[in-house]
């Protein structure tokens, strides 16, 4: 499996989602930018500070694709209070924004 990554750690001009919890990450607001290439298709992920700084942690299995954490097993009582303490400080989508789920 090859590829390439670049990470930035930009602040936002406009406002994006979260890739780790879904929520808005605010216009001015620090952000971490992962883009690159896997597996010869190209990506690109925003993510808060603070839950790109959690999911790392709490990656299973490094080798594995990355899982972000709106998508872990809740059976993990760690990944669920983590998940839960950081999206509460979050604020909602405005309604523009299309959110997946």
Excluded at 25 to 37: A, C, F, K, P, Q
Excluded at 77 to 101: G, H, Q, T
């Amino acid at each position: 499996m090859s590829g390439f990554n670049s990470q930035s750690t930009p602040k936002a001009k406009r406002i994006h989602q979260c890739d780790e919890c879904l929520r808005v990450i605010e216009v001015g607001e620090t952000y971490i930018r992962n883009s690159g290439m896997w597996d010869g298709d190209f990506y690109s992920v925003a993510a808060h500070l603070d839950c790109y700084e959690a999911s790392q942690k709490l990656q299973y299995d490094p080798s594995d694709e990355w899982v972000p954490l709106h998508d872990m097993r809740w059976e993990h009582e760690d990944v669920k209070a983590i998940y839960e303490k950081l999206v509460a400080n979050k604020r909602e989508f405005p309604k523009k924004m299309k959110v997946s789920k």
